[in-house]
């Protein structure tokens, strides 16, 4: 079924773009989580975003328990696309449901409180631990890239699959 809205949680802005993206794309209206429960009725159809921490797409369950998530999106760090299969066993998705990566941005500035610590924590270590790795693959130096020295990878090109999923329903 198609989606009637795209409704999504941001913390540091990537998230917020993508799904203005996509309403640009397919002229869904777009909200945040917070706006939609002002503005559409329980068990309406959407198109879910969400920001990646440990694994799990935030907002997700509170979607899901007032919304028909149609198609869900994480945006994290990682390469579009990837750890599709880590994401639905962190977030106990099922089967049927469509689920997509886009890799987001990272901005230490952004972030506050316990986020901002995790992630200062996250690069200190894994990106130690990528830095001294004498054979990285493209992906992780993209990711010590961006751990590094931070910086959007935000673009409509990532949504490619997202856009296919949403023409084909």
Known sequence: ?????????SNTGYTRQYAKLLGDKTGLPVYSLDEAGAKLPPTTSILY????????????AKAAKRYQ??????VGMGATGSQIQELRKANGLPTALPVF??????????????????????????GKGLADKKD?????????????????RVSEENLADVLAWYEKE
Request: hydrophobic share 45%.
């Open 69 to 74: 998530v149609e198609a869900l999106c994480g």
């Open 101 to 126: 990566t886009l890799q987001g941005g990272f901005d230490i500035a952004k972030l506050h409180g316990v986020y901002k610590l995790m992630m200062t924590v996250m690069v200190k270590t894994a």
């Open 49 to 60: 975003l969400g920001w990646l921490m440990a694994g799990k797409v935030q907002g997700y």
């Open 136 to 152: 990285r693959t493209p992906e992780e130096d993209a990711m010590l890239d961006m751990m590094l020295h931070g910086g959007s």
């Open 1 to 9: 079924m198609k989606p009637n809205a795209i409704v999504y949680t």
